[in-house]
């Protein structure tokens, strides 16, 4: 049962790994843990097909935990997290979500007093679960509240000087949870937006809702490419990762947390392992910049610390603590990119105009669970003393895995924390270092694997 507790999250197969029992326990036990600071919790699900089953059986167990359960129904992810900011002051918030996994995938992202719940913590209490595994009386009593209109106003209102924006945006909301919500906003603001997938459905009949992979981005791009829209959106499953394009270009997070920050007085940004030098060398010319460790719950609790006003993961996931609450909000973003063009930047100039890199999409190198982590120790101990032949290397950085810094430029290859994968990345100022730097990292994996 362990491999359901990830590092951010807990999430496993509906039935097979969250089924009744399994899910009225975690409850249950994560219900005391909540009781410590306070009563009141905040549910709420996506538009997978078993979310709302899901979140009966957890409403079960957190009524056995004698909490005061508060529903909020069928909500984007950063809904649920602002229940914990808003009027209804959630003393802990659950989203049942599958995010951008495949449909017969669900789980929970949980925050406690408004930090989240992960790490330690998570493994804890999944094997607390495993010893204290039964079915608990079925209590689906809860106080339905309407989060997402307060939500939607917040966001028409802190928004307000959008309105009547003429640029014409093309929106993918991949029949996930956002639809609704990016409707409303849209109307209210009164953009001029085509709406493509509105309509939440858990089997995602058009395309699966990862906007980090370019085949679910095509209805965007030909809307783009014949000339109907200026710029264009796509949203992930349950609202937290954003895509932004042009006709020309595919923003990815590190690229647009640079434009966010150059709208910052002093910005203090964060980036993770898997973001361009780029990002951090043009940043640290206007402000400061981090870096640490993928994961959006390691960002948040990093964020905190170090008083940011942004942070970024490559994949989509955007954190504005300058002007909101410091977690990862797509519409937020969308909104904050919007704000941008309407102020003057020219996105593809801005994009265009920075030090040209040659860089790979984010890499998927598949292993086991067991094996992941192993694997990354052992290539740490290899490059303390590589081979002759090796590139030479300036830094190496173990903040998350291994970032490999060379003279022309670096590779990062690092052990997922939700999948069974190794990722890996590299960048380079020209396209021949690149494959140097890439060939030479990728034979050492597979030295230390043999």
């Given at each position: 049962?362990?491999?359901?507790?990830?590092?951010?999250?807990i999430?496993?197969?509906?039935?097979?790994?969250?089924?009744?029992?399994?899910?009225?326990?975690?409850?249950?036990?994560?219900?005391?843990?909540?009781?410590?600071?306070?009563?009141?919790?905040?549910?709420?699900?996506?538009?997978?097909?078993?979310?709302?089953?899901?979140?009966?059986?957890?409403?079960?167990?957190l009524?056995?935990?004698?909490?005061?359960?508060?529903?909020?129904?069928?909500?984007?992810?950063p809904?649920?997290?602002?229940?914990?900011?808003?009027?209804?002051?959630?003393?802990?918030?659950?989203?049942?979500?599958?995010?951008?996994?495949?449909?017969?995938?669900?789980?929970?992202?949980?925050?406690?007093?408004?930090?989240?719940?992960?790490?330690?913590?998570?493994?804890?209490?999944?094997?607390?679960?495993?010893?204290?595994?039964?079915?608990?009386?079925?209590?689906?009593?809860?106080?339905?509240?309407?989060?997402?209109?307060?939500?939607?106003?917040f966001?028409?209102?802190?928004?307000?000087?959008?309105?009547?924006?003429?640029?014409?945006?093309?929106?993918?909301?991949?029949?996930?949870?956002?639809?609704?919500?990016?409707?409303?906003?849209?109307?209210?603001?009164?953009?001029?937006?085509?709406?493509?997938?509105?309509?939440?459905?858990?089997?995602?009949?058009?395309?699966?809702?990862?906007?980090?992979?370019?085949?679910?981005?095509?209805?965007?791009?030909?809307?783009?490419?014949?000339?109907?829209?200026?710029?264009?959106?796509?949203?992930?499953?349950?609202?937290?990762?954003l895509?932004?394009?042009?006709?020309?270009?595919?923003?990815?997070?590190?690229?647009?947390?640079?434009m966010?920050?150059?709208?910052?007085?002093?910005?203090?940004?964060?980036?993770?392992?898997?973001?361009?030098?780029?990002?951090?060398?043009?940043?640290?010319?206007?402000?400061?910049?981090?870096?640490?460790?993928?994961?959006?719950?390691?960002?948040?609790?990093?964020?905190?610390?170090?008083?940011?006003?942004?942070?970024?993961?490559?994949?989509?996931?955007?954190f504005?603590?300058?002007?909101?609450?410091?977690?990862?909000?797509?519409?937020?973003?969308?909104?904050?990119?919007?704000?941008?063009?309407?102020n003057?930047?020219?996105?593809?100039?801005?994009?265009?105009?920075?030090?040209?890199?040659?860089a790979?999409?984010?890499?998927?190198?598949?292993?086991?669970e067991?094996?992941?982590?192993?694997?990354?120790?052992?290539?740490?101990?290899?490059?303390?003393?590589?081979?002759?032949?090796?590139?030479?290397?300036?830094k190496v950085?173990?903040?998350?895995?291994?970032?490999?810094?060379?003279?022309?430029?670096?590779?990062?290859?690092?052990?997922?924390?939700?999948?069974?994968?190794?990722?890996?990345?590299f960048?380079?100022?020209?396209?021949?270092?690149?494959?140097?730097?890439?060939?030479?990292?990728?034979?050492?994996?597979?030295?230390?694997?043999?």
């Amino acid at each position: 049962m362990q491999h359901i507790f990830r590092e951010y999250d807990i999430r496993g197969v509906f039935q097979k790994d969250l089924n009744k029992e399994v899910i009225q326990t975690i409850g249950k036990l994560l219900g005391e843990r909540i009781a410590q600071v306070g009563k009141q919790v905040a549910v709420g699900y996506d538009a997978r097909t078993h979310s709302p089953t899901i979140a009966n059986w957890l409403i079960s167990g957190l009524n056995s935990a004698n909490l005061q359960v508060a529903c909020m129904g069928l909500v984007p992810t950063p809904c649920n997290y602002y229940a914990g900011f808003c009027e209804e002051k959630a003393d802990a918030t659950i989203m049942v979500t599958g995010s951008h996994n495949p449909p017969e995938y669900n789980g929970l992202k949980i925050t406690i007093d408004k930090m989240p719940f992960f790490g330690e913590d998570i493994t804890a209490l999944g094997k607390e679960v495993e010893k204290s595994l039964k079915s608990l009386p079925e209590n689906f009593t809860c106080k339905s509240i309407d989060t997402l209109q307060n939500y939607i106003d917040f966001l028409l209102k802190h928004f307000a000087h959008l309105k009547g924006m003429d640029t014409s945006l093309v929106i993918d909301c991949g029949n996930g949870a956002v639809g609704p919500t990016v409707e409303a906003v849209c109307k209210g603001l009164g953009l001029n937006a085509t709406l493509l997938h509105v309509k939440p459905d858990g089997t995602f009949p058009n395309h699966h809702p990862d906007p980090s992979e370019l085949k679910n981005l095509q209805d965007v791009q030909k809307v783009l490419e014949d000339d109907k829209a200026k710029l264009g959106f796509a949203f992930d499953g349950d609202g937290d990762r954003l895509a932004v394009l042009t006709k020309k270009h595919n923003f990815k997070g590190d690229q647009l947390v640079l434009m966010y920050a150059k709208a910052i007085k002093n910005p203090r940004i964060l980036g993770e392992v898997k973001c361009s030098q780029v990002m951090y060398d043009e940043v640290a010319k206007i402000g400061e910049v981090y870096m640490y460790k993928t994961g959006h719950s390691n960002i948040k609790v990093k964020m905190k610390e170090l008083n940011i006003d942004v942070a970024a993961e490559v994949s989509g996931h955007l954190f504005f603590a300058d002007r909101y609450f410091g977690y990862d909000d797509a519409i937020y973003a969308m909104l904050r990119t919007l704000e941008l063009v309407q102020n003057g930047m020219d996105l593809d100039s801005e994009l265009e105009k920075l030090p040209q890199t040659y860089a790979t999409e984010e890499l998927k190198i598949p292993t086991t669970e067991e094996a992941k982590f192993a694997t990354i120790n052992k290539l740490k101990e290899f490059l303390q003393n590589p081979p002759d032949d090796f590139p030479k290397i300036k830094k190496v950085i173990t903040v998350d895995g291994v970032r490999v810094v060379f003279e022309k430029g670096w590779g990062l290859i690092r052990a997922s924390n939700t999948t069974p994968l190794l990722v890996a990345r590299f960048e380079a100022a020209d396209e021949n270092s690149k494959r140097i730097y890439q060939e030479a990292m990728e034979s050492a994996l597979k030295s230390v694997q043999e």
